[in-house]
């Protein structure tokens, strides 16, 4: 096709244009940063002050019984212990008089150890902070620290030289790339492991007999979105789809009724990161309005139950309902496959990344170190384990046994080739 | 037809390098899209500014980055086209018509702008499809996505437009 005098109209924008935008940009996110100030500020302070205490901890434990009384070791309940040899005057009926001079005997303290570290994605901090309060048994009474990070700074932390490691365990959603890998073994960090959690997976279904539907993320979202871009100007309108053609002409004339989780409740924000955005980045809407759904009557909150569901359904076979993995596995005999295109939800397809409405939940850590920190393969090993707790309204499925592999293997450049998509 | 392109952004995004990559894409797609200089640098920046300060939700697994730009970018144009849409009485319209004919105007104005007066008798998604492709220089796969057309169709259609564009040259 000769096309060329079309091709021959490009031109290189204007290079003070692009300098310009691109200043206009660096700005624009200067003032978003100036915007977390006041949380980085806390952040830093944090750090800061985080290992001077510890830094002070240590080396007041570590001075001559005179210099120090023997009062002080590592954890509270010691502390509180060793009260009566404090000097300060104190009600002489509450120290047990036998037992003070044992009690002021200088304790071989065991060597102070920081608390585990944890770093999870905003999107699983509920559900990890779930699983982290219910784990059991712990040595030590230091309980682990969550920490809120995007998975890049995660890694980062997680990678960084020893001398300022903040991460003991990165919890992620996504897989680490080999140059923040690299980024371990230049610190020294080579022994890095990893290995999967589980998943956390939401399935969008129907009634048992009802028509088998393949929709699209963009499609779903145009059929739910409070407001949606109009056909024509491209602006955003409040959304006028009625029925599944409207949204997307290859789809069968069928009212649009969807029920799904109640906006505060975990399982709705899987919802909004898994199919909302999805859909979102598709249509595009204005992201700022990605999470808006309809209130109109199209979309309905339901609570997840075996008895509610199927009656709904009943009610009006017409509906789609989006429930959690294992619900839709206990009650695969009252309900129809997957409403999405693509491939149907199993263990499978949630093990091999094709099933579009799941995610991973990967465990990182640096086996080489992990072991400084307080409880730290406990941890670990409740983190991975078989029997990890599952929270309800999060979405989460364990892990399948045949995908489960040895925890303390370490990761190899070569287990990070990239795969063709 | 196109020079070797750049990967997609991953998880870890080089913005430099999007930057870099998709700014030529956007600004030419306006060119086209527009059929003239003016405006283009403002929705070029328009655009930009929308994707950068919403570049944290863009999520790679979801959708390819020059699509959720370009989609933005179609956007941005989409409302500009309309608030500038003239609203001229008809019969002004009608002199304005007969007063310059295309072939007239096409020989005193630059190629870019002969370009736009042909484009302008296409129907929206026509004039879209032409920016898409030898504007901001996607593939027809790249277009079918944004178009929501097959990619056969959207070949089928370009060559078309190439030919009835070539004939009025």
Known sequence: ?421 | MHGARPAEPTDKVDWDAVYADQLPRIYNYFRFRLGRAADVEDLTARTFEKAWSARSRYRRDLAGFSTWLFRIAQNVGTDHLRARRPHAPLDMAAGLAAELTPESQAARDSDLSRLGRLTARLPEREQDLIALKYGAALNNREIARLTGLSESNVGTLLYRLVQTLRSQW
């Open chain 1, 1 to 421: 096709m000769n096309d060329e005098f079309l091709t021959s109209l490009r031109r290189q924008p204007p290079a003070q244009f692009s300098r310009e935008l691109k200043r206009k940009l660096q700005a624009q996110d200067a003032q978003q940063q100036r915007r977390f100030w006041p949380r980085r500020f806390k952040t830093l302070l944090l750090l800061i002050a985080g290992p001077a205490l510890a830094t002070g901890i240590f080396i007041f434990e570590r001075s001559p019984p005179a210099a120090a009384p023997p009062t002080t070791l590592a954890t509270e309940p010691r502390q509180t212990l060793a009260a009566p040899t404090d000097t300060s005057p104190a009600p002489q009926e509450q120290q047990p008089p036998a037992a003070a001079p044992e009690q002021t005997l200088p304790v071989e303290a065991p060597p102070a150890r920081p608390a585990v570290k944890i770093a999870t994605s905003p999107q699983a901090r509920g559900f990890i902070q779930t699983v982290v309060d219910g784990l059991q048994p712990r040595s030590s009474n230091l309980r682990p620290q969550l920490q809120e990070m995007e998975a890049g700074a995660a890694f980062a932390a997680l990678c960084s030289p020893e001398s300022v490691r903040q991460v003991d365990i990165v919890i992620s959603s996504r897989r680490i790339t080999r140059e923040e890998f690299m980024t371990c073994r230049r610190h020294g960090g080579g022994n890095v492991t990893e290995s999967k959690a589980g998943y956390q997976a939401l399935v969008l279904t129907g009634a048992r007999d009802s028509r088998p539907m393949k929709l699209t993320a963009r499609d779903v979202y145009l059929a739910l979105a409070r407001q949606v871009p109009d056909q024509i100007y491209g602006t955003s309108i409040d959304n006028p789809n009625i029925t599944w053609d409207q949204v997307n002409r290859k789809l069968p004339y069928r009212p649009i009724k969807v029920l799904g989780p109640a906006s505060y409740l975990p399982l709705r924000q899987l919802f909004e990161n898994l199919l909302l955005d999805a859909g979102c980045n598709l249509a595009p809407a204005q992201p700022d309005v990605c999470h808006a759904l309809r209130i109109d009557g199209v979309y309905a909150e339901v609570e997840q139950s075996a008895t509610l569901i199927p009656q709904y359904l009943w009610t009006d076979p017409n509906a789609l309902v989006l429930v959690d993995y294992e619900f839709y596995r206990d009650n695969r005999s009252q309900l129809a496959g997957s409403a999405l295109e693509g491939p149907e939800p199993s263990s499978a397809t949630l093990a091999d990344g094709t099933y579009s409405l799941a995610r991973p939940i990967y465990v990182y850590t640096d086996v080489g170190r992990i072991g400084r920190a307080a409880d730290g393969p406990n941890i670990m090993q409740s983190l991975l384990s078989p029997r990890l707790p599952n929270p309800n309204q999060y979405g989460f499925v364990r892990i399948d046994e045949r995908e489960r592999k040895n925890p303390w293997h370490p990761l190899s450049e070569s287990d990070l080739i990239p795969q063709k998509e």
